[in-house]
C-alpha cells in the first residue's frame, strides 16, 4: 500500500525567535472563508459608524461684527486671508491670526443705480457690478468701461470663469443666467429656468462648467457650450439654495440653503456626501 | 437655451466641409494622389468640429428650455462630467510573439504566463451566471460588465496563486487492486513518519460512561465529557492536559465556544460554560435538560436542543439568548449546523429533517429524508451536500444547494448513529462499534457510497464522531473512551493563518478574537444564501415601484408611445405617419409574439424529461 498522512513541519510555521515576525501562511479558497458578504456587511457599518463618531467638523467661530454677517469673499491666492461683511456696513478682514482688521477704502464711486454684485476678474485690473445691468469698470476709472445687459429685470449676481476669464456669468430675477463675453462686450447665451437662481459658481479646474443654486431646492451643473440641458442636477436640500462655492480640486463643491444646513455634493454625482448643521 | 443674436457665428458644418473639399481639389489640380486627399480631408474634419460646439444645433431661435415634464424628468440622460467605467485594458495579444532570448540564445520553452486548469479558475468565481436579470438601464449594464470582467481577471490571479501553497493532501492507496477498507490501522502506523504515527493514540477511558468529544476551530485542542461527568480539554497534539474535572452531574454533550479558552457543558438540568482550566463561568438555566449543543463561530450564537422542544439560540459575546423557537416536534435530539450559511439542521421522529434560523418562527425548510426516524445528519463543509441516516438503515446523500432532493442511498446492515464530514468530503458514519469512512471522486461530487476506503473498530459503541480540521485525524467517543484515527487524505493541507491557525501565539490568538468580534455577523442575516445581501432585492424593488406609480398616478418609467418625428417635403401626412406607427407597432408585436413562443418551447423542453415511458395509453389522455 502507499501511504502519506499530512505532516507539516512546525520549523516552517513557527518563527525562530522573538524578533522575527510571524508567519502567516494564507490560502484564498472560499471555503475557508465563508460568510464574505455578510462579514464585509458588518465591517462597512462599523466603518461608518466609527467615521461618524470621530468627524468634528466644527472647528471655530469668528466673532466680532455687530450685525449678521451677510457676504464672505476669500483671496484668490493667500490662504489665511477672508473677508467678511455685516449689514450695518462694517467690513472685517481675517488675516490669520488676526481677525478684525478694519480696513478704510482707497477709493469710492457713487453710482446711479443699486448694485446687488460684485467680483472681480482673476487676472486683469478689471471687475464687474450688477444691478440693473452688468457692468464692467475699470480700476482706476469711476465710470464703467461697458454695460451689458438682456432682457428687463434686475440682476442678483455676477461670477467671471476663473479660466476663461474674459467669460462672466449673472442670474437675474426672471429666473434666467445670462452667460457674457467681455472681449465683445455682449451677452452670448441664456439659459432659462423653472425657478429663479440665486448664485452661480465657476469649476476653477473645468474650463466650461458651473453650478447654479437655485430655488427649487435644487442645483445643477451646466456646460456652458449645451446649456439645454444640464449635466447634473443635485437634489438634496429642503430649502431655497442660497450660496454655491467651489472647492480648488474641482471634485467637490459646497451649497448653503435656507433649511440651515450646508451640503458638500461631488460633482458627479446627484446626492450629497457630507451636510452640516447647528443646532 | 437662447443665445444671442449675432450674425456669422451660426456657419453651418456643412458648407465648411465643402469649401475645404474644393481647396483640396484646386490645390491638387482635380484627382491627385490619393494619400494626399485622405491626409488632408482628415485634417479638415477635427476643424469643421470645432467650429460647430456640442451636439447639433437646434434652428429654432426663441425657445424654452424645456416642456412642462414632471420634476423626476429632471434626472438627466448623459452625464458629461462623470467618465465611462473603466473597462480593465485587454492584453493587447501581439501578433508575432517574440520568443524571449536570454545571453546564452537559449529560449524559453514554456512561453508566456503558466496555464492555469479551468476547474481551479471555477472556484474563485463568485458571480452566478445562470441568473437572468431584470431589465436595466445601460448604466447598471455596464457596471455589472465592469465587475464581470474584473472577477474574471481576479480569478485567474488567485487561481494562479495557488502555486504558492505548499502542503500537499494525504493519500492512501492499495496496489495490485487491494482493498484499502481492509488495511489496519496499526499497518497505517507502522507505514507512516513518527509525527504522524505519534496522532494515533487510544485513551482508555471505561469508568466515566461513554464520551463525546469536539476539537477547537484550529484543530489543536480536544475537549471531551464523559456521560458520568468527566470533562476534560487538552492540546492533543503536544498531549499537555489543560483541565480535567468532574462535573458531578450527567454530561449530554460538550462543545468548545470561540477558542480553546471556553466550553459549554450541557449538563443533565442546565447548561454551564467553564473555562478551560475548569472553572464554573456559567450556569443557564434558561437552557434546561439540553441534549445537544452546536457554536456557530461567526455569529458567536451556541445553538441548543432541548428535550423539551425548544431550539435555542445563545449570544455568548453578550450573553442574551436571540431567539428561542418552539420546533413543535417533540424531543429534539438530533442536530447539527451548515457550515456554508449557518442554518441548523434537526432531525425528526417522522424522518423529516428541519432547516432552522434565527430570524424565523418557522422553519425556512423541511425535508422528508427516511421512512422512520432520523437517526444522524451530517452537512459538508461547502453546503452542498447533507447525509442522514435513519431507522430504516438507510444512508442517504441529499443535494442542498439546488434541488432538495437525494442524489445516493446505500442500505446499512445496521443503521448508522452517527455522521461526520471531513474537510474534503469524506463522510464517516459510525454503526455500533465500526465506524466506516466514505471518500468522493476527487474534490468535487459527493462521496460514492459503493465501497468504503476505511473501516475500524472500536472497543465499544460508538457516541461520538468528528474529524480534527486541518489534521488527517478522525477522533470518536465511544463507551471505552477516545480513539484518535489516521485517516490520510481527510483534511484540508493549507490553513488561512488569519482565519483559524493552529500554530498561533496568544498575541496572534488575542488579535484574532479581538477583530472576529468586530466582524461578528447579526443572527438577523442567517438565511439559506448567505450570499442574500450581496444581490439586488427583487421583490421590495417591485413593491417600491409600484407603490410610487400609485403615489403619482402614472408610471415615470413606462415606455412613452411612439410619435413620429415630424418630417418636411411632405412625408409628414396623414397616412404616411399612420403607417409608420403602424410599423412600428407591428415590429413591437412581433417581437413579444416571439418571446412568448420561446418561453413555450422552454417549459415545453422542462416539462418532456419528467414523463415516464410513453405507454399505449397516452393517446387517450392527450
Request: charged share 25%; glycine share 6%; with cysteine.
Amino acid at each position: 500500500m502507499k501511504v502519506k498522512m499530512l505532516s507539516r513541519n512546525p520549523d516552517n510555521y513557527v518563527r525562530e525567535t522573538k524578533l522575527d515576525l510571524q508567519r502567516v501562511p494564507r490560502n484564498y479558497d472560499p471555503t475557508l472563508h465563508p460568510f464574505e458578504v455578510p462579514r464585509e456587511y458588518v465591517r462597512a457599518l462599523n466603518a461608518t459608524k466609527l467615521e461618524r463618531v470621530f468627524a468634528k467638523p466644527f472647528l471655530a467661530s469668528l466673532d466680532g461684527h455687530r450685525d449678521g454677517v451677510n457676504c464672505l469673499a476669500k483671496h484668490p491666492k493667500s490662504l489665511a486671508t477672508v473677508l467678511s461683511g455685516a449689514c450695518d456696513g462694517e467690513q472685517w478682514k481675517m488675516d490669520a491670526p488676526a481677525y478684525g482688521e478694519e480696513e478704510e477704502p482707497l477709493h469710492t464711486i457713487l453710482g446711479k443705480t443699486v448694485y446687488t454684485g460684485i467680483d472681480h476678474h482673476w487676472k486683469e485690473a478689471v471687475f464687474a457690478t450688477c444691478g440693473q445691468q452688468v457692468d464692467i469698470w475699470d480700476e482706476q476709472r469711476t465710470s464703467p468701461i461697458c454695460s451689458m445687459t438682456w432682457g428687463f429685470d434686475s440682476i442678483s449676481s455676477v461670477k467671471f470663469n476663473p479660466i476663461e476669464t474674459f467669460l462672466l456669468g449673472s442670474c437675474a430675477s426672471d429666473r434666467n443666467i445670462v452667460l457674457y463675453d467681455m472681449r465683445q462686450s455682449t451677452p452670448l447665451k441664456k439659459v432659462i429656468l423653472d425657478m429663479r437662481t440665486n448664485t452661480i459658481c465657476w469649476n476653477p479646474m473645468e474650463a466650461f462648467i458651473f453650478t447654479a443654486a437655485n430655488e427649487d431646492y435644487n442645483l445643477y451643473t451646466f456646460d456652458m457650450c449645451a446649456l439645454d440641458t444640464p449635466v447634473m442636477v443635485h437634489m438634496d436640500h429642503v430649502s431655497a439654495v442660497l450660496d454655491v462655492d467651489y472647492s480648488p480640486t474641482g471634485k467637490e463643491f459646497v451649497s448653503a440653503s435656507f433649511d440651515k444646513s450646508i451640503r458638500i455634493f461631488p460633482v458627479d454625482k446627484s446626492r450629497s456626501r457630507e451636510v452640516y448643521h447647528t443646532k | 437655451m437662447e443665445r444671442a443674436p449675432k450674425p456669422g457665428r451660426d456657419v453651418p458644418p456643412k458648407k465648411d466641409k465643402l469649401q475645404a473639399k474644393r481647396k483640396v481639389e484646386a490645390f491638387l489640380g482635380g484627382k491627385g494622389s490619393f494619400v494626399c486627399l485622405r491626409f488632408l480631408a482628415e485634417e479638415t474634419a477635427p476643424t469643421t468640429a470645432r467650429a460647430s460646439p456640442g451636439p447639433p444645433r437646434n434652428k429654432k431661435r426663441n425657445q424654452e428650455l424645456r416642456p412642462q415634464r414632471p420634476k423626476t424628468a429632471h434626472i438627466l440622460k448623459k452625464s458629461r462630467i462623470s467618465k465611462k467605467p473603466q473597462v480593465p485594458k485587454k492584453l493587447r495579444k501581439r501578433k508575432n510573439p517574440e520568443p524571449q532570448r536570454s545571453l546564452s540564445g537559449a529560449q524559453d520553452p514554456f512561453p508566456g504566463p503558466a496555464p492555469v486548469p479551468v476547474e481551479v479558475v471555477q472556484k474563485f468565481c463568485r458571480i452566478d451566471k445562470s441568473k437572468k436579470l431584470p431589465h436595466s438601464k445601460s448604466k447598471t449594464r455596464n457596471r455589472l460588465e465592469v465587475a464581470e470582467a474584473e472577477e474574471k481577471e481576479t480569478s485567474v490571479k488567485a487561481a494562479r496563486s495557488e502555486l504558492l501553497l505548499a502542503e500537499e493532501p494525504g493519500f492512501l492507496e492499495g496496489e495490485d487492486g487491494e482493498d484499502t477498507a481492509k488495511i489496519l490501522q496499526a499497518d497505517i502506523v507502522e507505514a507512516v513518519d513518527i509525527a504522524s504515527a505519534a496522532k494515533h493514540f487510544d485513551l482508555n477511558l471505561r469508568q466515566f460512561g461513554p464520551y463525546r468529544l469536539n476539537y477547537s476551530r484550529t484543530g489543536r485542542h480536544l475537549a471531551f465529557g464523559g456521560r458520568r461527568g468527566h470533562v476534560a480539554a487538552l492540546d492533543w497534539v503536544t498531549k499537555r492536559l489543560m483541565c480535567e474535572i468532574n462535573v458531578m452531574e450527567t454530561v449530554r454533550d460538550i462543545r468548545f465556544l470561540h477558542s480553546e479558552a471556553l466550553l459549554a457543558v450541557a449538563q443533565n438540568r442546565w447548561l454551564h460554560i467553564y473555562d478551560n482550566q475548569g472553572i464554573e463561568l456559567h450556569c443557564i438555566r434558561r437552557c434546561d435538560r439540553v441534549t445537544r449543543l452546536e457554536f456557530l463561530p461567526f455569529h458567536f450564537l451556541l445553538a441548543t436542543a432541548s428535550e423539551t422542544g425548544f431550539l435555542t439560540y445563545l449570544d455568548v459575546s453578550v450573553g442574551k439568548i436571540v431567539a428561542a423557537l418552539n420546533a413543535r416536534a417533540g424531543r429534539l435530539d438530533v442536530m447539527t449546523w451548515n457550515p456554508y450559511n449557518a442554518v441548523i439542521h434537526l432531525g425528526h421522529s417522522n424522518g423529516t429533517v428541519s432547516l432552522w434560523s434565527p430570524a424565523m418562527k418557522e422553519p425556512l425548510a423541511k425535508i422528508l429524508c427516511h421512512r422512520g426516524g432520523v437517526r444522524a445528519v451530517a452537512v459538508d463543509s461547502t453546503g452542498t451536500y447533507m447525509a442522514t441516516s435513519g431507522l430504516d438503515h438507510q444512508l442517504k446523500i441529499f443535494d442542498l444547494r439546488g434541488t432538495f432532493q437525494p442524489l445516493s442511498a446505500r442500505t446499512l446492515p445496521q443503521g448508522a448513529g452517527h455522521l461526520a464530514f471531513s474537510q474534503r468530503g469524506l463522510l464517516v458514519a459510525g454503526m455500533g462499534d465500526v465506524v466506516n469512512i466514505w471518500a468522493g471522486q476527487g474534490q468535487t461530487g459527493p462521496p460514492s457510497l459503493e465501497q468504503p476506503y476505511l473501516t475500524h473498530r472500536l472497543s465499544g459503541p460508538v457516541h461520538g464522531l468528528q474529524f480534527c480540521p486541518f489534521e488527517d485525524v478522525l477522533g470518536v467517543g465511544h463507551s471505552g473512551g477516545i480513539t484518535s484515527m489516521l485517516v490520510p487524505g481527510a483534511a484540508e493541507p493549507n490553513f488561512d493563518g488569519l482565519e483559524s491557525n493552529p500554530y498561533r501565539s496568544r498575541k496572534q490568538r488575542q488579535e484574532w478574537e479581538v477583530k472576529a468580534l468586530l466582524e461578528k455577523v447579526p443572527a438577523e442575516l442567517i438565511c439559506l444564501d448567505p450570499r442574500a445581501l450581496a444581490e439586488v432585492d427583487v421583490i421590495s424593488l417591485e413593491q417600491e415601484k409600484k407603490e410610487r406609480i400609485e403615489r403619482l398616478g402614472y408610471d415615470p418609467e413606462a415606455k412613452t408611445p411612439f410619435q413620429p418625428k415630424p418630417k418636411q417635403k411632405g412625408r409628414s401626412s396623414t397616412a404616411s405617419l399612420v403607417k409608420r406607427k403602424r410599423k412600428v407597432m407591428d415590429e413591437d408585436h412581433r417581437d413579444k409574439v416571439r418571446q412568448s413562443l420561446e418561453q413555450q418551447q422552454h417549459k415545453q423542453k422542462k416539462a418532456k424529461p419528467s414523463r415516464a415511458r410513453p405507454s399505449a395509453l397516452d393517446r387517450f389522455v392527450h
